[in-house]
């Protein structure tokens, strides 16, 4: 708790640089952070050591809306706009992104490419598990649990829990019937 409090007060420093911190947020150190007036983050959002939030770009942005928590190791890209829903739970190991590489030209390295953006947004309450990538161009619900590891690309409804290489919908909560039930692979509800 008192390694916490150190944090929160730590983070105060940041304040001036940041295009918006609320109270009772924590960046730990060590963190790797880039074009910081770009990166808006709510209250009560923790974020743990070994932490890399890149934007690139002036126009872009990241927003961690209120009461977001975040392990260690995690890693965001934003080139545009990305948000990270309210009351969003990320473990260790995360990679969330908007950006991809270009690899049409053979003879040109991949990095001399350009860049494909394509919009990426986290929806509210949701979990993302250990090791998970999220890809650019993925659009998750509301309260979406993504298993661990899962390679995650596309847009998936609210109450979706969605795992695998690459992940898949395996089951979403019946907002009619009360309970959650198995679907396929595209989120649609298998009839019993």
């Not at 150190?6 to 295009?19: D, E, H, M, N, S």
């Not at 619900?141 to 690459?166: E, L, M, T, W």
Request: hydrophobic share 40%.
């Amino acid at each position: 708790m008192i390694v916490k409090v150190w944090w929160v007060l730590r983070t105060l420093i940041y304040k001036p640089f940041l295009g918006k911190l609320g109270r009772l947020s924590y960046l730990a150190k060590p963190l790797y952070l880039s074009n910081l007036k770009r990166v808006f983050i709510g209250s009560k959002v923790r974020i743990f050591p070994l932490s890399r939030i890149e934007v690139m770009g002036k126009e872009s942005s990241i927003t961690f809306e209120d009461d977001v928590s975040i392990g260690q190791y995690f890693h965001i890209i934003s080139q545009g706009d990305l948000t990270i829903g309210k009351k969003t739970t990320i473990s260790a190991n995360v990679l969330i992104t908007n950006v991809d590489h270009e690899y049409q030209e053979i003879d040109k390295h991949i990095l001399e490419q350009p860049l494909i953006v394509q919009e990426t947004q986290i929806g509210e309450n949701c979990f993302i598990g250990y090791g998970a990538v999220i890809q650019a161009g993925t659009i998750l619900g509301k309260q979406c649990i993504v298993g661990a590891n899962a390679v995650v690309r596309g847009h998936f409804k609210d109450y979706s829990v969605i795992v695998g290489v690459p992940a898949k919908v395996v089951k979403r909560y019946d907002i009619k019937k009360r309970i959650w039930r198995k679907t396929n692979s595209n989120g649609a509800f298998i009839d019993e």
